[in-house]
């Protein structure tokens, strides 16, 4: 039975009746048909010492009061992200800038930003940062901390020319969305103060409010509506629901004295017993402890007080699994975890514990520490069941203070993951009467896992030296098999910050270069290769620029074999996940690889549902693969799923120069741990075992160079620019985004997944039970023509179609070999060797669709004033 007054939701006490029928104070849904209940099975209610407002809203989604699941944590703000990109429309969504409050919406914020899908995050922040400077600052007015910090890293993230955006014009009037996001909306008065300050500054058109619930009486309506009008800018409002609070006559006076009363009654009560009551206290000796190192991607921030783009968020998400998989190794049989993060560190240890829930058959739950005091009561009927008080742990700007966590002493929790940044992995935080030991004594183990706190270039480190890793109070060490962190190499770069790729399509384990001059002319560059004065890794060629008639040839060419190309990406990728690895780690070779590694991993998500990791690396002939690349992958994936992928194979010299440099790199570094096989989508060679076909056809990505890889250019390899502990180099050709077709040509392959669906698991089955051992037919032929045609050198011959298009996009043709009566396939090599005046010798007994042959004894008068090739005889 209910006590008199007391209201339920569903078959529960509502955690607000306790407070409702003390103080009158209740919640009110919007008038919709079951808004009310809605409106409490979001909230519950609370009571604290504060002389603005006495009673707190507590949410049951944020994971801020009261331990929730992650997945329902993460859920609503990231369909609240969704609602907002809705509302937006897709390209005002693309350039769309989230700024999340300190403490309680930081990690909802985030989510939010998730949800839009490419917008980077901001949050404000209390902890200062010296060297950072500050982009604006507010008052949030019933807060128990009210002044807010905004510190962006990238001083133009504020302005509209946000990371992760190249190419944004800073705001003006009508400059990019900037959302919002707070837990709650009541009287509107922290956003006034927000809007008001930043539209000073960084006035733009447009304005999106974010909150789990709207509580506006209808006066803070108006006074919103009119604040619009007076700036002159659109603001719309997006909440999960809506309701009011209705207060009674003095209800501030009577929720203090009923606070004071309380806290009397509870002091008295642990006076004169032994058990804790709603204030626990530690019992020393319960808890074992253990330090567990995440192994955190390198680069990528802790949160969002400095920004967060969508690059770092595809580092983070492939990261994720293998962070869940460390912790959930510590934890061992625990059955019910909590994962508990630390005030406005929200974001990082709620995704870790969402990875945790998929991962683990235990009961997960999150919520996080917070320096808001708030009444607890032990009454089903009240939101604050129970609180832990500790000091501090993270030297705050404002000086020592107690902080607090609630509802997780007496829950049942067989494990706490506390996840705090390397800031506050302190003395404090392992003292005598600090967090760690307070959980010691509510529950059987409690790990530590501490994320790097970021610092942004040029400012000072608040970050502990040597962060303590003494052991608390009645806890016993687990600590000693500790791993070593991973090789300090820098992350992969991704789009759009390097190239025009989604971040989450491709990570290249690449250095930028494209702040260097690396282009010479085609004929030098030729002169240089050929004497033995330069390597063609050590500079680039002029990036083709094609005609409109060569454009239009490109258009007709992908649309001929849209088809075609899908086909060969679902054979290759299927025999993939079929023989090599359920989840494979894609690695393509740059540059002619990435766009089929990209699509591979595109197919293996439309059909399986799967993302695969996927990354770029540099191998150069004769100088082997980017062995800092490998130790990379090896410190961040199992060597044994990697899969190198390529677009086609020419003669097989490539397919060699890995075999080897693989070879060389295992016996150097220990085991043979990395396969070399590599998974092409044409090997008209014959040179590898792993296709989706042995045709030679026209792949569209041939065609053209950076313009369809994403903008990236060939790989540099040159000592003076790249040292032993440096990746191999190259450039993103910003500069080319108008002619950029590389989005276009992936989306018109995976149009097309669907259609060959059925042809490609016909294939397939064949290709599983065929013998595909390489015959290396191909490099038989390069061999005979090359002495045919006098040339003695198998380099100078590039069998293929593809091959054929870079020698008359990048080197000196001599002429080309075509096979009597190819068709379409050859039209845009007919125009680019019109356009260099290159002859073309048709024949017979030709394995591939064409060969180029690259002039064999190049000098700067072979080519004429006009750099055309010389016209045989």
């Known amino acids: 039975m209910s006590a008199p007054g007391e209201e339920r939701t569903t078959d529960m006490v509502w955690s607000g009746s306790w407070v409702t029928r003390r103080l009158g104070v209740?919640?009110?849904?919007?008038?919709?048909?079951?808004?009310?209940?809605?409106?409490?099975?979001?909230?519950?209610l609370a009571l604290r010492r504060n002389p603005k407002r006495a009673h707190l809203l507590v949410s049951n989604v944020l994971g801020k009061h009261v331990p929730q699941k992650p997945s329902v944590v993460y859920g609503a703000g990231f369909e609240l992200g969704r609602r907002?990109?809705?509302?937006?429309?897709e390209a005002e969504a693309r350039r769309a800038v989230v700024l999340g409050y300190a403490e309680t919406a930081t990690g909802l914020g985030h989510a939010v930003a998730d949800g839009l899908g490419s917008a980077p995050y901001l949050h404000s922040t209390r902890r200062p940062v010296d060297g950072v400077a500050r982009a604006?600052?507010?008052?949030?007015?019933?807060?128990?901390?009210?002044?807010?910090?905004?510190?962006?890293?990238?001083?133009?993230?504020?302005?509209?020319?946000q990371v992760g955006h190249p190419g944004t014009a800073p705001a003006t009037g009508t400059g990019a969305p900037l959302v919002l996001v707070d837990d709650e909306f009541s009287t509107g008065n922290t956003v006034l103060n927000t809007i008001r300050a930043l539209h000073e500054r960084y006035p733009r058109g447009r304005y999106v409010i974010v909150a789990l619930v709207d509580m506006r009486a209808p006066a803070d309506q108006v006074r919103l509506a009119e604040f619009a009008a007076e700036i002159g800018a659109r603001i719309d409002l997006v909440s999960r629901c809506s309701g009011t609070v209705t207060l009674p006559e003095g209800v501030l006076e009577k929720g203090r004295a009923l606070v004071a009363a309380q806290e009397e009654t509870d002091a008295a009560g642990r006076g004169a017993a032994s058990a804790p009551g709603p204030e626990a206290v530690a019992e020393p000796g319960r808890a074992s402890f253990t330090r567990v190192d995440l192994q955190w991607p390198i680069g990528v921030p802790d949160g969002g007080r400095h920004g967060f783009t969508p690059a770092h968020r595809a580092v983070l998400e492939q990261a994720l699994p293998a962070m869940a998989a460390r912790v959930a190794t510590a934890l061992g049989d625990a059955r019910r975890v909590l994962v508990l993060g630390f005030e406005e560190l929200m974001y990082a240890p709620l995704r870790l514990a969402a990875a945790l829930e998929e991962r683990m058959d235990a009961e997960v739950r999150y919520s996080t520490t917070t320096r808001s005091p708030v009444l607890a009561v032990d009454d089903p009927g009240y939101a604050i069941r129970s609180r832990l008080v500790f000091p501090a742990h993270d030297n705050p700007a404002d000086g020592p203070g107690d902080r607090y966590a609630y509802n997780v002493a007496g829950a049942g929790f067989d494990a706490v993951v506390v996840t705090v940044d390397s800031t506050a992995d302190t003395p404090e935080l392992h003292a005598v009467d600090g967090?760690?030991?307070?959980?010691?004594?509510?529950t059987r183990h409690v790990l530590l896992a501490a994320v790097p706190s970021y610092v942004p270039s040029g400012a000072s480190s608040r970050i502990p030296s040597g962060a303590s890793s003494r052991i608390p109070s009645g806890a016993r060490s687990n600590d000693s098999n500790q791993q070593e962190p991973s090789a300090m190499l820098p992350e992969p770069l991704r789009g759009p910050a390097f190239s025009s790729y989604a971040p989450d399509e491709v990570g290249w384990l690449l250095q930028d270069l494209s702040h260097v001059e690396l282009e010479a002319p085609v004929e030098e560059r030729e002169e240089a290769i050929q004497s033995g004065g330069a390597h063609y890794a050590e500079s680039l060629p002029v990036e083709y620029q094609p005609s409109a008639r060569y454009q239009s040839l490109f258009g007709a060419a992908l649309e001929l074999s849209a088809a075609r190309v899908a086909r060969a990406v679902g054979t290759v990728t299927e025999t993939v996940l079929a023989e090599r690895a359920p989840r494979p780690v894609l690695v393509s070779l740059v540059r002619a690889g990435t766009p089929v590694g990209v699509l591979m991993r595109r197919w293996a998500h439309h059909r399986h549902g799967l993302d695969l990791p996927h990354y770029a690396v540099s191998i150069v002939r004769g100088r082997g693969i980017d062995a800092n690349a490998l130790r990379w992958l090896a410190a961040h994936h199992d060597p044994a799923d990697v899969v190198f992928v390529d677009g086609w194979t020419g003669k097989g010299a490539i397919t060699r120069e890995l075999a080897a440099a693989l070879a060389e790199f295992d016996g150097s570094e220990g085991g043979g741990r990395f396969n070399p096989e590599?998974?092409?989508?044409?090997?008209?060679?014959?040179?590898v075992r792993t296709y989706g076909t042995r045709e030679d056809f026209l792949i569209p990505s041939a065609c053209l160079n950076s313009t369809v890889s994403g903008l990236v250019s060939r790989t540099v390899l040159r000592s003076d620019l790249v040292g032993p502990d440096d990746f191999h180099g190259a450039k993103f050709y910003r500069e080319l985004a108008d002619s950029d077709v590389s989005g276009h040509f992936l989306d018109a392959v995976a149009d097309r997944f669907d259609e060959v669906a059925d042809a490609v698991d016909a294939e397939v089955t064949a290709l599983l039970s065929a013998d595909r051992t390489p015959t290396w037919e191909g490099w038989a032929a390069v061999e005979r023509v090359s002495e045919e045609y006098g040339i003695h050198d198998v380099n100078l011959v590039k069998p293929g179609v593809g091959e054929t298009t870079r020698v008359l996009l990048r080197r000196v043709p001599w002429k080309i070999l075509a096979k009597r009566g190819a068709g379409a396939d050859l039209d845009h090599i007919r125009l680019l060797a019109e356009q260099r005046a290159v002859p073309i010798e048709e024949?017979?007994?030709?394995p591939y669709t064409c060969m180029g042959l690259i002039h064999p004894k190049y000098?700067?008068?072979a080519t004429g004033a006009d750099g055309r090739a010389v016209v045989s005889k």
């Open 843 to 846: 024949v017979d007994e030709l």
């Open 84 to 89: 907002v990109r809705g509302l937006l429309g």
């Open 859 to 861: 000098t700067r008068g």
């Open 26 to 44: 209740g919640l009110v849904g919007d008038g919709r048909p079951g808004g009310d209940r809605e409106l409490r099975e979001l909230l519950g």
């Open 435 to 442: 967090l760690l030991a307070r959980l010691a004594a509510h």
């Open 678 to 687: 590599i998974a092409v989508l044409a090997d008209p060679g014959g040179c």
């Open 136 to 161: 604006g600052g507010f008052e949030e007015a019933h807060s128990h901390a009210t002044s807010h910090l905004l510190l962006p890293e990238d001083p133009d993230l504020l302005a509209g020319g």
